[in-house]
């Protein structure tokens, strides 16, 4: 294939002696995203893209799959808010699912809010709400072109008209009403300067907690808590399920938080002096519910699988914690809420599945497992006063059932509220599995495996090696755990290219608890890598695919492990989708957000922790391979308002990327990157956006790889 011509982009000598190694930093002007430079080099490097992806000859039929396949109905379960239902639905290609409300569950449901009007491109989204006690006021986030920074509103719910006030410098914050209806706390950056429309990069800092009275301006609003002398801290606050206190959590990372609590005065119009019960960064803790000061948490403190104690504030010595739901052996607890009074709803993640029960609050003891397929529990809507339940239910061929469970029935039978179908998509012609493959340091990891029934079985004795275009998806980090969902882009992957979707849950998530976690962070993140490495040598020696034919896709800490990869192995795959990527790993920690991934990361300004992530930091292990290898047809995706991951990671990878290949003759598989507008790190996307990218991705494969489309 021809060889592509890159935009010249100017290098100049920035470097710096970061302990005692030399470090050169030619991009380090593509940094500041409001300059004339940067700006022409997001039009240069888009100019290049664009036809590249235009060339595809089924962009359009792909686009008209994607799009014929996308319009199905999409449900939430619903949820009870005073005597009112509501539920978010989204008749297919709606850009933002719709908010409804109903008086009854068999009530004529009507439009509550519509986020698709507050924009004529949809890129105005809900992000977060909370109701008051009664039902009767609804907060809400609203957020624009994908950035982190919202801006809260506040609906009187019988008329749907808005108060006047608009909470502004809003950013990683929850939303927690005071039980007399009259307001709520929230996390404000009321010092940040200049623009917060997430196009800026400068660290976020100083967040305060306010307590605002709805009816009032935004200037009267009462600071309840802060940290001065801890500017990374992150601060959450809940009213607890009595409304007679608040809980107040401090992060300042992404693992472990502090906990506060404090008696709710009848008028806040002060500081809230605060008592802290766990005062050392060292577990998490999450509040669950309360029977007057005896408080449930859940932890990771001496379980790492996590368990629920029972914490008394009036006396909270860790000797005085009682185990009410003690650590699963193998199983994560996962998440738990209480509901109906004196039941606990607890989530298991059971290798990599979801497993539901139901256990006595008040002896912690299992009373009934909720039948579930092999899959994942994506919903549930549920509170301590309710005597009802629900649950969503999803997997790799299941688009969604949600379930009711009405609490007073005896015995309990779970009903199937609603089951969402997709016209064109018969779950029959696809098979999913789980197996378990060896790491590189003998570790067993499982991996899920999704296919047509009529993938060429791999048979170990023909010659010709298997050609199953197989899409290899990671993550990697952070605790999460990458479990079984639907993704209707999947479904099409394997329509198209008669592919393979392979999702190995490799290390540095949560699929194994705090365990597993560990094992993939720090000084352990090269296990990370290995792992996904090893899934795909697992998928060569199975005989299911080759290396050509492999497309790793991760976004965010997944575009490093994509971006490490295929410096690591160039000769492993064919293709790399790297979304809103983390690839500057000596500098992560300056821009917004950054500084609390060092939780997984370590922090660069320390000698070790910098030796460390500049062994695999992508930007810095660009290596020509030998003169018959090449690096995989790679495509840097990423957004103007990302200001989760700022745009300037990938801008400074695919220029070194360009710099150290393009005159590596062997490299013809093209290096690009689509800059997009209006766009973040992908929350509140826009349906028409999402479209659009799985197009050009797909675009990008069948024309980098040479593949074949099925239609
Ligand atoms: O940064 C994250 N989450 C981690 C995150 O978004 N990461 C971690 C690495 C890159 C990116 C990603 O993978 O999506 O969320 C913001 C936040 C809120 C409250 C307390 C701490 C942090």
Sequence with gaps: ??????????????????????????????????????????????????????????REAIKAKLTRLWDYPKYSCPFRRGSRYFFFMNTGLQNQSVMYVQDSLEGE????????????????????????????????????????WITVHFKKVSTGEDYPEVLKKVKFSSLSWTHDHKGIFYGRYIDHEGRSDGTETISNENQKLFYHRVGTPQKEDVLVVEFPEHPKWLIGAEVTDCGTHLIVTTEQDCRDNLVYHAKLPTTIDAKIPLTCIINVFEADYEYITNDGSVCVFRTNKGAPNYRLVKIDLADPAPEKWKTLVPEHPKDVLDWAACVHQDKLVICYISDVKSVLQLHSLATGKHLTTLPLDIGTISGYSGKRHHSEMFYQFTSFLTPGTIFHLDLTQQPLKPKVFREIKIEGFDPTQFQMRQVFYSGKDGTRIPMFLVHGKDLPQPTLNTQDAPNTPTLLYGYGGFNISIQPYFSISRVIFLQIFKGLVAIPNIRGGGEYGESWH?????????????DFQSAAEYLIRERYTQPSRIIIQGGSNGGLLVGACMNQRPDLFGAVIAQVGVMDMLRFHKFTIGYAWCSDYGNPDERENFH???????????????????????????????????????????SELHYRLSSHAAQTNPLLIRIETKAGHGGGKPTSKIIEEHTDIYSFVMQALGLEAHN
């Excluded at 380090?28 to 060339?55: C, G, H, I």
């Excluded at 094992?519 to 890598?529: E, H, M, P, T, Y």
Aim: charged share 25%.
């Design 1 to 58: 294939s021809v060889r592509m011509e890159y935009p010249k982009i100017r290098r100049d000598d920035t470097a710096e002696e970061l302990h005692g190694i030399k470090v050169a930093d030619p991009y380090r002007w593509l940094e500041d995203p409001d300059s004339e430079e940067t700006k022409k080099f997001v039009e240069a490097q888009n100019a290049v893209t664009t036809p590249y992806l235009e060339k595809c000859t089924v």
């Design 109 to 148: 449901p009507r439009v509550f809010l519509d986020p698709n009007i507050l924009s004529e491109d949809g890129t105005v989204a809900i992000s977060g709400s909370a109701f008051s006690e009664d039902g009767q006021i609804f907060a809400y986030g609203l957020s624009s072109s994908g950035s982190d």
């Design 518 to 530: 560990n094992s993939g962070r720090l000084f352990n993140k090269q296990n990370v890598f290995n």
């Design 612 to 654: 460390n992530v500049h062994k695999y930091s992508p930007l810095h292990n660009i290596k020509v391979p030998s003169d018959k290898v090449q690096y995989p047809a790679t495509l840097l995706l990423t957004a103007d308002h990302d200001d989760r991951v700022v745009p300037l990671h990938s801008f400074k990878f695919i």
